[in-house]
């Protein structure tokens, strides 16, 4: 366990928990719209920046927890040995909640993620974790808790607590009390996301150590934070105003930005591949014609694209094998 | 004519011209190893930054002036009709080392450069022309002031007054006065280029003109200037040492920044085309391999890898269709 990161539970928990009851939760997945790109605390995951997200309604992460004999996971439903690193992260993180009882758990976690969409899946799965074992623990931590706990688990897991749009304030304190993500009061019903899978021939490194080594060796990466913080502030007033082409032309921009910081990165890192950028002409030469929509890509070789309802069409004829996406559909129950 | 550059002229000139004469001039193209990229005044082409090129040998701009009844402009074998943009663009910079005599001339130019390669030709060709008006109004110039006037011409111009490696440096004054290139004394006779061909299918912007598009708009662009500053001196120190890994991965890393600027744009430029960064792909997986080459790109979507002699086989094998340059290889006679 990390002293730093248990001096912040010891802040947000009680002083001694309840023994555990079974428990759900469901966790959206993200994308966001201005990127978490670096961080000013690498311990409790505190952003240079803030950012802000749009929720995938249904497609996230289910968790069951359940008291049990001996501490199990399954993923997905299979079982996966306690000595491999992902499990050694959940349960690193589970045991800030046991707050030193014996109580032993089952964990069952399923994604709702179509594997053809190639999202990353620790900020649904962090954030239904944190709300399964707040309820599991009966806890009953407040929404800034709980979002400040998923943050530790993984940064943009921050944001995966809630539906619709999400706002993530970087903070300003030494501890990270005032970093957490809030649902911004936004219905768009529709605003949309196609998510272009790209065939990555190569292994990318992981986001945190593409974060860190962007951080730390890229000579461009000082101009972002300031930036990205701008690009937030319009995107959030751009949906406010459902003016779809700024937050369509901020959150491309957003995206670039933070991918040329990477490229410029020594030695370079590009997560794009060529064929991500042959998505990005496509969309580039439409949008030349009169389509209204827009790209943003994550630590990953795919291309997602913004685009409203009524265009659904033209999107659907342009990049035909995508996985659609309508964030306010109905889904499944979060902490909104 | 423009006033600021008349200043400029003035302080380079002497005070009447001589009747021209004929004269011939060849300049090589050049490939900058750390960029050119940002102007602090755009009259005078003053850089932010200094910049270190080498110069490809034969392939460049012949140019010819001769005494004639009228102004005649013959580009590679073919007159250009005075109206065009560019044959204006010519006469304006003659215009300044007539000093108001009635001397009718006629410019034969011509580019040595293989089409196929796809090498913009301003530099060699404002570099050429310098030269040759120099000698046609016998004015004698200094090289620091021949290399002034070709800037003013074009800015890389201002390094293709000589073979080999050359560094302009950025200067601090005003006027410009001590911002003009000057060849190193270094030769590296195993040095080599290979310049892979792209096909672009949509025409980009001048170099001109997505310069100052990135000035203007990328919110990256402000720690450019400092970074190629650095990287100047560590690929001068390097080229200085024979030390080709240094030389390789600076130059490669100072290309991807200056790209980097131009994508954090916004509107986005991308010079570099998904072909561009297949190439990028196939050169990185084989120095995975082990081999010793690294890549530079300018203001287009080509690929120019540098390499030494003894990579000759490998680099063909690697990039068959390539255009091969040995810069050191003995060549038409220039400035040095």
Same mark, same amino acid.
């Given at each position: 366990?990390?002293?730093?990161?248990?001096?912040?539970?010891?802040?947000?928990?009680?002083?001694?928990?309840?023994?555990?009851?079974?428990?759900?939760?469901?966790?959206?997945?993200?994308?966001?719209?201005?990127?978490?790109?670096?961080?000013?605390?690498?311990?409790?995951?505190?952003?240079?920046?803030?950012?802000?997200?749009?929720?995938?309604?249904?497609?996230?992460?289910?968790?069951?927890?359940?008291?049990?004999?001996?501490?199990?996971?399954?993923?997905?439903?299979?079982?996966?040995?306690?000595?491999?690193?992902?499990?050694?992260?959940?349960?690193?993180?589970?045991?800030?909640?046991?707050?030193?009882?014996?109580?032993?758990?089952?964990?069952?976690?399923?994604?709702?993620?179509?594997? *053809?969409?190639? @999202? !990353?899946?620790?900020?649904?799965? /962090?954030?239904?974790?944190? &709300?399964?074992? %707040? #309820? +599991?623990?009966?806890?009953?931590?407040?929404?800034?808790?709980?979002?400040?706990?998923?943050?530790?688990?993984?940064?943009?897991?921050?944001?995966?607590?809630?539906?619709?749009?999400?706002?993530?304030?970087?903070?300003?304190?030494?501890?990270?009390?005032?970093?957490? *993500?809030?649902? @911004? !009061?936004?219905?768009?019903?529709? /605003?949309?996301?196609?998510? &272009?899978?790209? %065939? #990555? +021939?190569?292994?990318?490194?992981?986001?945190?150590?593409?974060?860190?080594?962007?951080?730390?060796?890229?000579?461009?990466?000082?101009?972002?934070?300031?930036?990205?913080?701008?690009?937030?502030?319009?995107?959030?007033?751009?949906?406010?105003?459902?003016?779809?082409?700024?937050?369509?032309?901020?959150?491309?921009?957003?995206?670039?930005?933070?991918?040329?910081?990477?490229?410029?990165?020594?030695?370079?890192?590009?997560?794009?591949?060529?064929?991500?950028?042959?998505?990005?002409?496509?969309?580039?030469?439409?949008?030349?014609?009169?389509?209204?929509?827009?790209?943003?890509?994550?630590?990953?070789?795919?291309?997602?694209?913004?685009?409203?309802?009524?265009?659904?069409?033209?999107?659907?004829?342009?990049?035909?094998?995508?996985?659609?996406?309508?964030?306010?559909?109905?889904?499944?129950?979060?902490?909104?």
């Amino acid at each position: 366990m990390n002293d730093i990161v248990q001096t912040v539970f010891d802040k947000l928990l009680p002083d001694s928990s309840n023994p555990p009851v079974v428990a759900n939760a469901f966790a959206p997945s993200n994308i966001a719209l201005s990127k978490y790109w670096g961080k000013r605390d690498k311990s409790r995951n505190l952003p240079m920046n803030s950012s802000l997200s749009v929720s995938l309604g249904n497609l996230g992460t289910s968790t069951k927890i359940s008291p049990a004999d001996h501490d199990i996971l399954i993923f997905n439903n299979n079982t996966v040995a306690l000595t491999e690193p992902f499990a050694k992260r959940l349960f690193d993180f589970v045991r800030y909640f046991r707050q030193g009882q014996h109580a032993p758990l089952q964990i069952d976690s399923s994604n709702t993620i179509p594997t *053809a969409a190639g @999202l !990353a899946s620790s900020a649904s799965g /962090f954030a239904a974790l944190t &709300v399964a074992l %707040d #309820s +599991a623990f009966q806890t009953r931590l407040p929404e800034s808790a709980l979002s400040i706990i998923a943050r530790i688990g993984s940064g943009s897991a921050s944001r995966s607590l809630w539906h619709g749009f999400v706002r993530w304030n970087r903070g300003n304190s030494i501890d990270g009390m005032d970093s957490y *993500a809030q649902p @911004l !009061a936004i219905k768009w019903p529709a /605003f949309r996301i196609a998510i &272009v899978t790209v %065939d #990555s +021939a190569q292994k990318s490194q992981s986001s945190r150590d593409g974060m860190n080594h962007t951080v730390a060796t890229s000579p461009l990466f000082s101009s972002w934070p300031a930036q990205a913080e701008r690009d937030c502030l319009s995107i959030e007033q751009a949906l406010l105003e459902q003016d779809f082409v700024t937050v369509g032309q901020t959150a491309e921009s957003n995206a670039l930005a933070m991918h040329a910081t990477m490229s410029a990165a020594r030695p370079t890192l590009n997560y794009l591949k060529p064929q991500s950028w042959t998505v990005l002409d496509s969309l580039w030469r439409a949008r030349g014609d009169g389509l209204n929509a827009y790209a943003t890509m994550d630590a990953g070789a795919n291309v997602k694209i913004l685009y409203l309802e009524n265009d659904e069409a033209l999107i659907k004829e342009l990049f035909p094998s995508a996985t659609y996406i309508a964030p306010f559909a109905p889904a499944d129950a979060c902490l909104n």
